[in-house]
């Protein structure tokens, strides 16, 4: 047996071999391999950056709501009210009327919302920017309560207040198209009431409405007859109709500019009090 001893030495080395390469002897990958992998971590890259990207801009569009540098001292929503005008007189006194209310719930708009609470919500940010020009107010109502319109211009009479403006939102059951902003004044037509009137709409106009319908006079079937509000109160008294429900134009605009709306709303009165009621 040499023959056989130098059998069984090779079959030693071959199974020592075998280890070796189980153990040290792992297989390289080619190149191909390797571009294969680059490419799936540049793939991988650029996904990541996409994500990354999309976050950022979300954080952007929606930076007025995410506090990235410490609590704001305003939100930036809340539009800032600088008086170009005050009143000359701290006697001044207005009764703002929010149309409807409580179970009167007025119109209601395409997008599901009612009359009642827009004219709250808009009465209260006038209310808010009269008093800051040094005007007294006072509100026929403050929240979702049920007014009688012979309480609303007692109220107005028994405060003596000097200008009673009471704020409503319009409607049209038929043609959607018919839009616009639009004041009710006195069937007497006098020059006191149309000027607040025609000073409210232009200070509306500045901010940007669909329309600007005019000073009307009297009631919408006829010009001699009164709205109870108007009809009833002992002081210059108009109607503003903030425009229609039913138009998809005014409710983005109202719901856009109602801020702005209101201290639009709050100059026209302070300059007209300053010309026509002086104290």
């Given at each position: ?114 009359e009642k609470d827009d004219t709250l919500k808009i009465a209260l940010e006038v209310k808010k ?71 409210i709409l232009e200070g509306l106009d500045k901010v940007g409405i669909s329309e600007d319908r ?56 302070v300059d007209w009090l300053n010309t026509y009621c002086k104290k």
């Amino acid at each position: 047996s040499t023959q056989g001893v130098s059998s069984a030495a090779s079959d030693v080395y071959k199974r020592q071999e075998m280890k070796n390469m189980s153990t040290t002897g792992k297989k390289r990958p080619t190149v191909k391999q390797l571009q294969v992998v680059v490419r799936r971590l540049w793939i991988a890259c650029i996904c990541l950056f996409v994500i990354c990207a999309s976050l950022l801009a979300v954080v952007i569009k929606n930076r007025s709501n995410i506090k990235l540098f410490g609590p704001d001292k305003k939100s930036s929503n809340t539009v800032e009210d600088v008086p170009a005008v005050t009143a000359d007189s701290s006697d001044y006194v207005v009764c703002l009327d929010p149309g409807h209310g409580g179970r009167f719930t007025g119109t209601q708009g395409l997008d599901g919302t009612y009359e009642k609470d827009d004219t709250l919500k808009i009465a209260l940010e006038v209310k808010k920017a009269l008093e800051n020009r040094g005007v007294k107010v006072v509100m026929t109502r403050t929240d979702d309560s049920d007014i009688e319109l012979d309480e609303r211009a007692a109220i107005a009479n028994d405060a003596n207040a000097d200008l009673f403006l009471s704020l409503h939102r319009n409607y049209t059951a038929g043609d959607k198209s018919a839009k616009g902003f639009e004041v009710w004044i006195h069937s007497t037509n006098s020059d006191t009431s149309r000027a607040i009137a025609s000073a409210i709409l232009e200070g509306l106009d500045k901010v940007g409405i669909s329309e600007d319908r005019g000073v009307k006079v009297g009631t919408q079937g006829d010009s001699e007859h009164n709205y109870a509000v108007i009809r009833d109160t002992n002081m210059t008294s108009v109607i503003a109709e903030l425009g229609f429900m039913s138009n998809q134009e005014d409710l983005d605009l109202f719901n856009e500019h109602h801020e702005e709306y209101a201290i639009a709303i709050a100059e026209a009165v302070v300059d007209w009090l300053n010309t026509y009621c002086k104290k």
